[in-house]
């Protein structure tokens, strides 16, 4: 059974920093790409970033902001988010796709299989 687990939300102030994990438990492979989405009150789900052997994406909104990278043998996602800001505010949910490329379409919530509950971030101003 597939099991996506993460952690390290919270409340931070504009221009803070917050440190997200993700471990995944129960998939054919530790190599499929993975990625996280977020969801702010009253908007819809958006996708923030990917990550496979050969590449790390990122929404224009986060670029240059948000660093993803697995650690851990390749067992453990982390997102890095620097330079918060308030409309950074959301439940982000860490995803695992079946494939191990994030692709072109990566943004697509229908390429991911496997999602956790979400992590609340919640940047203050």
């Known amino acids: 059974q597939v099991q996506v687990v993460e952690s390290g939300g919270g409340l931070v102030q504009a221009g803070g920093s917050l440190r997200l994990s993700c471990t995944a438990s129960?998939?054919?492979?530790?190599?499929?790409?993975m990625g996280w989405f977020r969801q702010a009150p009253g908007k819809e789900r958006e996708a923030v970033s990917c990550i496979d052997d050969l590449q790390a994406a990122y929404a224009a909104s986060v670029k240059g902001r948000f660093t993803l990278f697995r650690d851990n043998g390749k067992t453990t996602l982390v997102l890095q988010m620097n330079s918060l800001k308030p409309e950074d505010t959301a439940m982000y949910y860490c995803?695992?796709?079946?494939?191990?490329?994030?692709?072109?379409?990566?943004?697509?919530?229908?390429?991911?299989?496997?999602w956790g509950q979400g992590t609340q971030v919640t940047v203050s101003s």
């Open positions: 995803a695992a796709q079946d494939d191990y490329f994030c692709g072109d379409l990566w943004s697509l919530e229908d390429d991911y299989k496997n």
């Open positions: 129960g998939l054919d492979s530790n190599y499929y790409a």
